[in-house]
Nanobody, 114 residues
Framework: QVQLVESGGGDVQAGGSLRLSCAASVSIFGINVMAWYRQAPGEQRERVALISSDGSTNYADVVKGRFFISRDAAKNTVYLQMNSLKPEDTAVYYC????????WGQGTQVTVSS
């Protein structure tokens, strides 16, 4: 069982930045994949970024070059640095851990105003 707690969401104007944090209840080195997803109202949940246990990363095309995923093993925390935010980035952002099972945090709201 992996518990995840997201933080760092909020309201920001277009062009601004936010950094989301996802604190895990276990060592993140023991987790195969950690990822950030988002879900806008009326839309399906979509993956925006992931980081594998070997440190490799992958991004959705719509955020590539603007969002950056990283991890701090000492804090068991994964981050999502979001730059050049757009109104279409508005969504609830969820942290996910895949390690045998799939575990989700409660989500954090990000609202980008034009």
């Amino acid at each position: 069982q992996v518990q995840l707690v997201e933080s760092g969401g909020g309201d920001v104007q277009a062009g601004g930045s936010l950094r989301l944090s996802c604190a895990a209840s276990v060592s993140i080195f023991g987790i195969n994949v950690m990822a950030w997803y988002r879900q806008a109202p009326g839309e399906q949940r979509e993956r925006v970024a992931l980081i594998s246990s070997d440190g490799s990363t992958n991004y959705a095309d719509v955020v590539k070059g603007r969002f950056f995923i990283s991890r701090d093993a000492a804090k068991n925390t994964v981050y999502l640095q979001m730059n050049s935010l757009k109104p279409e980035d508005t969504a609830v952002y969820y942290c996910n851990a895949r390690n045998g099972g799939s575990f989700w945090g409660q989500g954090t709201q990000v609202t980008v105003s034009s």
